[in-house]
Structures are given as C-alpha cells and as structure tokens.
Nanobody, 127 residues
Framework: QLQASGGGSVQAGGSLRLSCATS???????MAWFRQPPGKEREFVGA???????????YYANSVKGRFTISRDNAKITVYLQMSSLKPEDTAVYYC????????????????????WGQGTLVTVSS
C-alpha cells in the first residue's frame, strides 16, 4: 500500500529525492518519513500533517531541518522527501509511513502512531 523508491548512493553534499507511492486509502491525513541507520534504531525524519481544511504543515527532526523537505502531490497520490546537503550520517534505510489520524505534534515522531509502512529504500552517502 506504500511503495518507497528513489534511494541510491550519493556523495556528501549531494541531493536525492525519495518517493512514496500510495493507494488512495493510504494517502492519509499524516504522512511521515522515518529512517534506520546501520546498527541503530529507527528514527523520525519528518511528517506532513493535515491542519485546517486542505492545508498541511510540515515538521522535521532537528538533524534534517533546513536540508530535507516533505511534499505531496495529490494528483499522483505520492509523497516526496527531497534531501539536500546530504551527510554521511544520513546513510540509512528510509521508510514512509501513513496514518489517518492527525497526531499531536509531540506524537508525530512515534512510529506506533502509523498504520501503514512502506518497504524501505536505502540511501548511502559517502564522504
């Protein structure tokens, strides 16, 4: 129901754009990206959460703020993670996730809030 793609190898300072293709049902109120670095636990990257009406707000982990951007294309029912100024510490398997809920800000980073998960796509950043 969620299909992540776009991973690959890039040098530090480079850019990549990840895509998360969804079904209509999983193109939800809140879409998020998580990542799991080698040998570490999964961590929150950012989220796109519906606010009033058709507006959406974005939220990011401090480690990626200013470098990563989450967006959505309603026509393609796809969510994107544009990653710029990549660092070796961004190396990880990246997962997209979705929930029909609109978690409070403090809960956005909790992976148990999300009902649907993609299979992950590997991003490797070399120095």
């Amino acid at each position: 129901q969620l299909q992540a793609s776009g991973g690959g190898s890039v040098q530090a300072g480079g850019s990549l754009r990840l895509s998360c293709a969804t079904s209509g049902r999983t193109f939800s109120n809140t879409m998020a990206w998580f990542r799991q670095p080698p040998g570490k636990e999964r961590e929150f990257v950012g989220a796109l959460r519906r606010s009033a009406g058709s507006a959406y707000n974005t939220y990011y982990a401090n480690s990626v703020k200013g470098r990563f951007t989450i967006s959505r294309d309603n026509a393609k029912i796809t969510v994107y993670l544009q990653m710029s100024s990549l660092k070796p510490e961004d190396t990880a398997v990246y997962y997209c996730a979705a929930t029909s809920k609109a978690p409070v800000l403090s809960a956005l980073s909790n992976d148990f809030m999300y009902d649907y998960w993609g299979q992950g796509t590997l991003v490797t950043v070399s120095s």
